[in-house]
């Protein structure tokens, strides 16, 4: 896990957000291999370990997938989510994490690889974070977001930063705060949209 997420992660109990604290056991070129990350409003500790943050401990990893077509596929979601910048992460959720490998080929943005299937490596490049469907990221900290169930969806929207790109599957419906650009007979491809402020209005006496 690299390092410099440490910054945009949350506790995922039900309190008021908190940044975590970290002891970190063993960094090897900034990414974190073996450590504990602590929240200091309940003090609940989560385990690092081969370089994979464990957030619940009762995790039960998806079956291992395979995609169809990894490198087309893996092109396709790399553009729709626009990653070309060597800052910032975006993440992929579930059944999208199988394309990690393919995407960071040809990709420089770091991935973080949310509650993937079960056998997903860690590695350079690719942060993996068990949640056991919690969404553990403060708002607008990532780049772009691939989602994969309605359940998550608005969750993982408010964690990317306008104007960043937001891809679901057409089953999952399009948040709220997400315009959508395109969709195709697979998925849709939406832009994160800022918050429109409120405006007050004043009643003349």
């Not at 957000?17 to 291999?33: C, G, K, P, W, Y």
């Amino acid at each position: 896990m690299f390092i410099e997420l440490i910054d945009a992660l949350r506790c995922p109990a039900d309190h008021p957000a908190s940044s975590l604290v970290a002891a970190l056991d063993r960094v090897e070129n900034r990414d974190v291999i073996r450590g504990m990350l602590g929240c200091p409003v309940c003090r609940s500790e989560f385990q690092i370990r081969d370089g994979a943050l464990w957030m619940v401990t009762n995790a039960m990893p998806g079956p291992a997938t395979r995609a169809i077509h990894p490198t087309e596929d893996a092109l396709r979601l790399a553009a729709s989510l626009d990653l070309r910048s060597e800052t910032g992460f975006a993440i992929l959720r579930g059944s999208w994490c199988a394309l990690a490998t393919a995407i960071l080929e040809i990709s420089p943005t770091p991935l973080v690889l949310l509650d993937p299937p079960h056998g997903t490596p860690a590695g350079r490049g690719r942060s993996i974070i068990h949640a056991g469907g919690t969404v553990p990221f403060a708002a607008r900290t990532a780049v772009a977001a691939a989602i994969d169930d309605d359940e998550r969806a608005y969750a993982l929207a408010a964690a990317v930063q306008p104007p960043g790109r937001v891809v679901g599957p057409l089953n999952v419906a399009v948040p709220h705060d997400v315009k959508e650009l395109v969709r195709d007979d697979r998925w849709w491809v939406g832009e994160r949209e800022h918050a429109t402020p409120l405006i007050g209005i004043a009643r003349r006496h």
